[in-house]
């Protein structure tokens, strides 16, 4: 990983290299694939912040998400981390595949079923995704490859029971059921519906935000 060198500003890219996404909102890097001993790599490059005040963050999103990576090592339904790069880049291992939403109907059932039992998995491993969507999910052949872990959080074994741990694990699995249904048509039934549907403090917090929010506004 030291033969790439981490962007700083807007200067170009590495020669070759593919851009994926600019990033233009707060805190969000530039995405691009580049050669790395010969193989496609995926860059996560938050060079643009350094020497700002918010260089500190981006530093501490490479960590985190690098740490959670090097955590899932060896399993299917993640990318391998293959490094960091001056504290402001991450490398991933390239996934050749194609998002959910791209994913025949035929097919989708099956992804969908495994894309379940992995959610599943990694919230055995303590670790919750907390950005599940259809572009943040890879199908390379048949297997659901989990992307982005940004806003990933894990949990020590004994925060696991806590209410806040459950919330971010039901709302895991509640965006893949809503994913589910808006792929291929198949709702959850009722017994599904009522284990993922929000618990009451959880409603009141977000009614709660939006009365000020439109407080605010005003």
């Known amino acids: 990983m030291n033969t790439i ?6 200067k170009p890219l590495p020669p070759r290299a593919r851009v994926l996404k600019r990033g233009e909102r707060f805190l969000e890097p530039d995405v691009y694939v580049a050669q790395v001993d010969g193989r496609p790599a995926v860059i996560k490059d938050y060079g643009r912040y350094r020497g700002t005040p918010l260089s500190p963050l981006a530093r501490l999103l490479v960590r985190r998400e690098a ?14 981390l293959l490094g960091t790069v001056g504290g402001l880049a ?16 035929d ?3 099956a992804v969908f079923q495994q894309l379940r039992g992995a959610v599943a998995s990694l ?3 303590g670790i ?6 259809p572009a943040n999910v890879l199908v390379c052949g048949t297997t659901p490859v989990l992307i982005d872990f940004t806003s990933a959080v894990r949990t020590p074994r004994w925060l696991r029971g806590f209410p806040l741990t459950r919330e ?3 709302s895991d699995l509640a965006n893949v059921a809503r994913m589910r249904q808006r792929l291929t048509g198949h709702a959850p039934d009722t017994r599904e519906a009522a284990a993922l549907a929000p618990p009451g403090w959880v409603g009141a ?3 709660g935000w939006k009365r000020f929010y439109r407080r605010v506004k005003r």
């Open 90 to 105: 991450l490398g991933i291992e390239f996934i050749p595949g194609v998002t959910l939403g791209e994913v025949a109907m």
């Open 5 to 10: 060198s981490p962007l700083q500003g807007r």
């Open 67 to 80: 740490r959670v990576l090097r955590r899932l090592r060896g399993w299917r339904h993640a990318p391998a």
């Open 123 to 125: 919230h055995a491993a």
């Open 128 to 133: 919750t995704h907390n950005d599940l969507h």
């Open 168 to 170: 971010l694990r039901r």
């Open 107 to 109: 097919a989708a059932s």
């Open 205 to 207: 917090i977000r009614n």
